[in-house]
């Protein structure tokens, strides 16, 4: 099983859509949980850490579920400027570098 | 503050030319690290430095070398490039290995010909 686990998509919505990303990861030691974004041809930046309890940033959601080792990236009513690819990020267990899941592809259409 | 800064944005080797990417951050973050990014590989971890003389390898280190002589730089050496190497390269940082946040510079698009 590799590390991180995403469906790499693409995922085509219509705007004001609501989509849901799904990643499975394989260490039940990890301990902390990142929702990066990477523009085309751009550096991945930092969408929202995931908390146990899940948290919430607008119109981004983000859930842990440690029993079945996955994180979840909800967004709702799609923008044109959510297209992007969504990369899933887990570490190890404590102080180790940080696993990238290979990305999910969004493209929101007008 | 600038960040994370990547110098050259661009370039072109012939095979079995070296050249150096320099990657400089003003954050004072302790941990820095290279990756490099290929179509359908994702981010893979060449080498990485949990602070000034300590670097280590990760998952692709062959054909690369790093120093890190101060906290601020993290230059990545290759020493005689091929066209395996031929990639995106991100030079990342963050406050403390594997539980913060990473900081990643704008990259640097080289070409082995």
């Known amino acids: 099983r590799k590390e991180v686990e995403q469906d790499p998509g693409p995922f085509n919505v219509p705007e004001g859509a609501t989509v849901a990303f799904n990643c499975t990861y394989s260490?039940?030691?990890?301990?902390?949980f990142f929702w990066y974004r990477q523009d085309c041809r751009k550096e991945p930046k930092l969408l929202m850490s995931v908390y146990s309890s899940g948290n919430e940033d607008g119109r981004f959601t983000a859930q842990l579920n440690r029993a079945s080792q996955y994180i979840s990236l909800l967004i709702r009513d799609s923008k044109l400027s959510d297209s992007a690819t969504y990369l899933c990020v887990v570490n190890r267990a404590g102080n180790t570098p940080l696993v990238f899941g290979k990305g999910t592809r969004l493209s929101v259409i007008a | 503050n600038a960040g994370v800064t990547q110098t050259p944005k661009f370039q072109v080797l012939k095979t079995g030319q070296s050249m150096t990417l320099q990657c400089a951050q003003d954050?004072?973050?302790?941990?820095m690290s290279w990756y490099r990014q290929d179509p359908g590989m994702g981010l893979r971890l060449i080498h990485y430095?949990?602070?000034?003389?300590?670097?280590d390898q990760g998952e692709v280190p062959n054909g690369y070398n790093v120093s890190r002589s101060t906290t601020e730089d993290f230059p990545l050496r290759l020493l005689s490039a091929a066209p395996s190497q031929t990639s995106v390269y991100f030079c990342a940082t963050s406050l403390q290995l594997g539980l913060e946040t990473q900081y990643f510079g704008p990259g640097t698009r080289l070409l082995v010909l």
């Open positions: 954050m004072n973050h302790e941990y």
């Open positions: 260490n039940s030691a990890s301990q902390s």
């Open positions: 430095s949990v602070g000034a003389g300590i670097t």
